[in-house]
């Protein structure tokens, strides 16, 4: 049977470090998210986020959708809303790379830029007052349950499947915290034991894809309860990292990939023995005219 880009979204590929990781009792594994065809792992809720509300009948193609993002899951929106005919708004920084901006509106997106000293705060504003006063419609990855539920549903069973349950600690970076919460509530579910470790950045450091978010902001979606240890990472840290993944163990990603894979090293190194798997949550070529690698 012939296949759709749809289908081509998940079953990533999961590969062990080998140079990085230096104990040998431990694996470290990352899996590789940047293999989706919108080139990230944001691809999988926004499938979930727009087939479950075509079947429920929340929305529909006279919907007017909008959406605040820092990048990805906007690219994500973009293709999959392209596939099944449905306009969307993507409303991002001002700062965001150009690289992000020009692959949404190629899949056929409007994108509207919001001034950079509000951040990703300022355009979630931006996108509630549309829905507030306009009509449109937000799918908000912050607060959506189809965000979460894509990682329980896809990312935790194949990472289990894949380790052969093997897996003892997972590590991913946080942002909307979908990735995290999902695949901590699948994995949790097979073996209790299993250490969720979230990764936030340091104070004043800035990491596209992961955030401290203040109060106000927090997404609905998140519970504490889901992860065992927060751990943090500095600007210079996931900067220097993901540099390091691209020349020493040949996987291109972003920062916030850097900042995971810094965590998930600093486990390896402290522990006796185990299984880590570390989300590389996207592709470093949408970065290239920003400063990562230069």
């Known amino acids: ?162 380790t052969d349950g093997g897996i003892t600690h997972f590590v991913s970076s946080m942002g909307t915290t979908g990735t995290i919460m999902g695949t901590s509530t699948f994995l949790k579910e097979q073996d209790p034991a299993i250490q969720i470790v979230g990764v936030q950045p340091t104070d004043n450091s800035r990491i596209p894809g992961i955030r401290k978010w203040p109060e106000a902001y927090l997404p609905k979606i998140f519970n504490p309860e889901k992860v065992d240890t927060i751990m943090e990472v500095s600007q210079e840290e996931a900067h220097e990292m993901a540099k390091r993944l691209a020349k020493d163990e040949g996987i291109f990603s972003g920062m916030s990939s850097g900042g995971a894979a810094t965590v998930a090293l600093r486990l390896a190194e402290n522990l006796e023995s185990g299984t880590i798997v570390s989300i590389v949550c996207d592709r470093g070529d949408r970065y290239l005219s920003s400063d990562l690698f230069d």
């Open 1 to 162: 049977m012939s296949k759709t880009v749809l289908d081509l979204i998940g079953n990533t590929p999961l590969v062990a470090s080998k140079v990085l990781n230096s104990n040998p009792n431990v694996k470290l594994l990352f899996k590789l998210e940047g293999h989706n065809p919108g080139g990230s792992v944001k691809d999988r809720p926004a499938l979930n986020m727009i087939r479950s509300g075509l079947e429920r009948g929340e929305i529909n193609k006279a919907s007017k959708l909008i959406e605040a993002t820092s990048g990805n899951t906007g690219i994500a929106l973009a293709m999959i809303a392209g596939i099944y005919g449905l306009d969307i708004e993507l409303v991002m920084p001002e700062n965001s790379t150009k690289e992000r901006v020009q692959t949404m509106r190629a899949y056929g997106a409007k994108v509207t830029l919001t001034s950079s000293d509000v951040g990703i705060e300022g355009a979630r504003d931006y996108a509630e007052a549309k829905v507030k006063e306009e009509g449109y419609q937000m799918l908000n990855q912050f607060a959506n349950n189809d965000n979460w539920m894509a990682h329980y549903k896809t990312t935790g069973p194949e990472i289990w499947k894949d």
